[in-house]
């Protein structure tokens, strides 16, 4: 809004400044609806405020539990890179060992056996070398079973750790988003707390520069008025001087000026539940596409998804548009309890959504590594359920 005050010259006639004086009344009338107007939108800003700040407390919340969710996440993976370290240093260890082993038997062959065997001297010192060798075979066989046991424990760290990173790389990419959220609304709010404060300001500014405006017009219609009456008076008293039967003093005029200045001033103060079936058919076609890719920034259920693609592409493909992100699905539809879940209902996380399939299950679009697949739906911290059928 731009305002401008525009300071008429003073008229000499009491008409003159009456008129100039309502004209500012008018003026200062239309500011104060301005004003009025101004305030009604600052109140509707005010709610729309409010529920800004809710969502505020509600990213921050959501971006330091995934923060938290990280950091555990990180030590998850550094407990699982010093294991698969340690049991990679054993893999050479036994490796080692067994390459010991295989030239010793490659190089004695089993005559180095059967010679230990028949330079014994009698039947029992045979058995007992018979035995030793026997535990010889045996030994060689523990270890070939470790090596393997080893390998195959190292194989299943491998994938853990796999499975952990590419975790960690879903969390840090709903981390952003949700900093991306935070960082448009605080704008919003920090633009829209702006421009109307500084629209109430200029316009409060301009009324009271009309309000002082109108005292000073007040003021000089009273002296005109003053200057008026002695005027009168003076006039009165020479025709009375003039003519013995003189006339009576008119004061109507001024009778009536004090009425309009007293209906004048009286004006100034005047201005101052979910659809269950349609839910299992919901859940049952976001089943179809199990197995499917994870895609960051991706909405396509056969192509790859990321969480909110996935909700969003599901819901509608029934005709139900939902916001693409999962802070704006966090708050579409209504709220639910968990305990009062149905399938098709949103489960919301930190950064994250899933739907809901009932029994303590849900389908989602998880990780690069799994997918879309199937899951718990308390296997993350719960921050909403929202129904929008």
Not at 223 to 241: D, M, N, P, S, T
Not at 255 to 277: F, P, T, V
Not at 342 to 354: E, L, N, T, W
């Amino acid at each position: 809004m731009a305002f401008g005050i525009v300071v008429p010259a003073w008229a000499t006639t009491i008409s003159g400044v009456k008129n100039q004086r309502n004209q500012t009344q008018q003026n200062l009338n239309e500011v104060n609806s301005q004003i009025g107007d101004i305030q009604s939108q600052r109140d509707e800003v005010n709610t729309e405020l409010e529920l800004m700040n809710d969502q505020l407390v509600d990213i921050l919340t959501s971006i330091e539990i995934l923060e938290e969710e990280i950091e555990l996440k990180q030590k998850e993976i550094d407990l699982a890179q010093k294991d698969l370290d340690a049991a990679q240093q054993k893999e050479t260890d036994q490796y080692e060992d067994m390459k010991k082993r295989i030239k010793f038997m490659y190089e004695q062959g089993d005559s180095a056996y059967m010679q230990a065997i028949l330079g014994a001297v009698n039947y029992s010192e045979m058995m007992n070398k018979a035995e030793y060798i026997e535990q010889i075979y045996s030994y060689d066989r523990e270890l070939l079973s470790e090596y393997v046991e080893t390998r195959e424990g190292i194989e299943a760290i491998k994938a853990t750790l796999i499975e952990e990173k590419g975790a960690m790389k879903t969390a840090e990419y709903e981390l952003e988003k949700e900093k991306e959220s935070l960082e448009l609304l605080v704008a919003l709010k920090r633009r829209t707390v702006a421009d109307f404060d500084s629209q109430l300001e200029t316009a409060k500014e301009k009324a009271a520069a009309y309000k002082k405006q109108l005292e000073l017009q007040n003021k000089k219609i009273r002296e005109l008025e003053e200057e008026e009456r002695k005027k009168k008076e003076e006039e009165e008293r020479k025709k009375k001087e003039a003519e013995e039967d003189g006339e009576g003093e008119d004061s109507d005029g001024e009778s009536d000026d004090e009425d309009e200045d007293d209906d004048l001033s009286a004006g100034a103060g005047d201005e101052l539940d979910g659809d269950s079936s349609l839910g299992q058919q919901i859940c049952d076609y976001a089943c179809q596409f199990v197995g499917n890719p994870y895609v960051y920034g991706g909405t396509s259920l056969t192509e790859g998804a990321d969480c909110s693609g996935f909700t969003q592409s599901v819901f509608a493909h029934f005709g139900i548009s939902i916001p693409r992100d999962s802070f704006s699905q966090r708050s579409c539809g209504v709220g639910v309890d968990y305990a009062d879940a149905q399938p098709g209902d949103i489960i919301c996380y930190a950064g994250h959504v899933a739907l809901y399939l009932g029994d303590g299950q849900i389908v989602h679009a998880s990780t690069e590594r799994t997918g879309i697949t199937y899951g718990y739906a308390t296997y993350r911290t719960i921050l909403a359920v929202r129904r929008v059928i």
